[in-house]
Structures are given as structure tokens and as C-alpha cells.
């Protein structure tokens, strides 16, 4: 079974810095580009950022460029989200996500982690 | 970036009813369209994707269409378990972006 797990979500100050881990299991974690994904309350899902495969392209949303970095670590199956300088605008549930180079989209989600971001 | 807009924002429906949404995108993405349901608290479903394919395990009251900028999702006989907010997504190339999401209530 795909399993992907986030964590590290929580109350932040404005400024401040998270890291957010998504850690899979049930598949070759190596063979799959990520994404983060996210979504304020009540509002709509937003691509975040995304990383290839082996760890050597990464692409970010223009509204996280420059203060959220995206890694992997492929021998631990684990995707990573360093946030900083947080925004209240950053408030929201962070997803992982699974990229399937089949169906061209995500085919498998975390559950989610909160980010609650206050001044 | 490429813009998606569904139509209606929100709909009521009735168990049986059949419903269509719709999704259009700011430029051509081709057939690089999906949709995706989400349940209050939950992650998104992947439904449909490439337009028209559906995911294994979707039951064939789902089907998607359109190609260019133009598409719809439609539910044949509204079924319970269906009721939730849709959203659209293209994966036509970064970012990818969702349309804001079409919520399907009981009416």
C-alpha cells in the first residue's frame, strides 16, 4: 500500500521557520518526482513546489520563491519542505504528493499537515 | 501562469440527479486535464485524468471531457458518497494549477 505521511506542521510566529517531512512507504520512493501542495482554509488547493526524481531539479511557486526550499532524501524515502520568513498568507494544510509519470498527475496524496501562522 | 475557472462555484443536487461541471483554462493545455474530489478534513481523489481517463477504481458514473481550454466533469445518477468539492488541474506544464473548486451539495 502507498502510504505518505506528513508531519512538522504547527503555530508559528510571522518571520518564523518550519520544516515539514513527508515520509512514503509502499513504493520506490526513488523513481517518483514530489510535490508539496497547499491549501488555505476554505479556499482552493495551490501547487507549493516540486522536486524530480533524483533530487537535481526543483521548481517553486512564485509566491514561496526565494523563502521555501524543497529536498528529498531517497534513502530515508522522505520528502522535506524548509519553510521561512512565513507569511500569514502561508497559513494553511500542506499535502505531499506523488507524481505518476502514467496518469501525468498526482495518484497519491498524504493527509495532510497545518500550518497555522501568527502574529 | 495558466488560469483555470469552474463553473458554478457551488451546486445543489439531488440523489439520482445528473450533474456537470465545468473547468476552463486560460490557454490551450490540450487533453492535460484532471479532476480531483475532496472531502471535508481529506485529501484529494485523483478522478479523471488526461481528460477522460479514469482512475482504476472510480466508478463509472464519473466521466470527463473536453479538449483546448474546454471541459466538464458529469456525474450520472448522483449517488451519496458524492457529494463534495470538485476541482480541476492542469499538469500541462509548471506550475500546475487547480481550478477554485466546485462544491456539490445535497439539495
Known amino acids: 500500500e502507498v502510504l505518505l505521511v506528513e508531519s512538522g506542521g504547527g503555530l508559528v510566529q510571522t518571520g518564523g521557520s518550519l520544516r515539514l517531512s513527508c515520509t512514503t512507504s509502499g513504493f520506490s520512493f526513488s523513481s517518483y518526482s514530489m510535490h508539496w501542495v497547499r491549501q488555505a482554509p476554505g479556499k482552493g488547493l495551490e501547487f507549493v513546489s516540486s522536486?524530480?526524481?533524483?533530487?537535481?531539479?526543483?521548481y517553486y511557486a512564485n509566491s514561496v520563491k526565494g523563502r521555501f526550499a524543497i529536498s528529498r532524501d531517497n534513502s530515508r524515502n522522505t520528502l522535506y519542505l524548509q519553510m521561512g520568513s512565513l507569511r500569514a498568507d502561508d497559513m494553511a494544510v500542506y499535502y505531499c504528493a506523488r507524481h505518476s509519470n502514467y496518469e501525468g498527475t498526482y495518484d497519491s496524496w498524504g493527509q495532510g499537515t497545518l500550518v497555522t501562522v501568527s502574529s | 501562469d495558466i488560469q483555470m475557472t469552474q463553473s458554478p462555484s457551488s451546486l445543489s443536487a439531488s440523489v439520482g440527479d445528473r450533474v456537470t461541471i465545468t473547468c476552463r483554462a486560460s490557454?490551450?493545455?490540450?487533453?492535460?486535464l484532471n479532476w480531483f474530489q475532496q472531502k471535508p478534513g481529506k485529501a484529494p481523489k485523483l478522478l479523471i485524468y488526461a481528460a477522460s481517463r479514469l482512475q482504476s477504481g472510480v466508478p463509472s458514473r464519473f466521466s470527463g471531457g473536453g479538449s483546448g481550454t474546454d471541459f466538464t466533469l458529469t456525474i450520472n445518477s448522483l449517488q451519496p458518497e458524492d457529494f463534495a468539492t470538485y476541482s480541476c488541474q492542469h499538469s500541462y506544464r509548471s506550475p500546475w494549477t487547480f481550478g477554485q473548486g466546485t462544491k456539490v451539495e445535497i439539495k
Open positions: 490557454q490551450s493545455i490540450s487533453t492535460y
Open positions: 522536486i524530480n526524481s533524483n533530487g537535481g531539479g526543483t
